[in-house]
């Protein structure tokens, strides 16, 4: 079992920059593929990034690829977003999620099982 705890988030003006930090407990991190999401007042929540179980691959939303980094330290446990060019459009509460280990594409909600309390992040424009 993991669980996970998020950080970092804060109100940040457009074109400004954060950085997530997502800590878990539980001795097998490392076996799991993470994610982050976010959903925005009256919206589903939507996939932003995953990372595989090494860091060696990536993968990330259109609306963020090139702004946002995804990336993790097994050693520590964590896992983290670098945000950048942040927008009013980002918006929004962000989790941290580890994938079921059956989960295959691991790109929507449904493949995720475990999952942190969230961090609002808020872009002023």
């Known amino acids: 079992q993991v669980q996970l705890v998020e950080s970092g988030g804060g109100v940040v003006q457009a074109g400004g920059s954060l950085r997530l930090s997502c800590a878990a407990s539980?001795?097998?991190?490392?076996?799991?593929?993470m994610g982050w999401f976010r959903q925005a007042p009256g919206k589903e929540r939507e996939f932003v990034a995953k990372i595989n179980r090494s860091g060696s691959n990536t993968d990330y939303a259109a609306s963020v690829k090139g702004r946002f980094t995804i990336s993790r330290d097994n050693a520590k446990k964590s896992v983290y977003l670098q945000m950048a060019s942040l927008e009013p459009e980002d918006t929004a509460v962000y989790y941290c999620?580890?994938?079921?280990?059956?989960?295959?594409?691991?790109?929507?909600?449904?493949?995720?099982?475990?999952w942190g309390q969230g961090t609002q992040v808020t872009v002023s424009s």
């Open positions: 999620a580890a994938a079921k280990l059956d989960a295959v594409v691991a790109l929507t909600a449904n493949d995720y099982g475990r």
């Open positions: 539980g001795r097998t991190f490392y076996n799991f593929v």
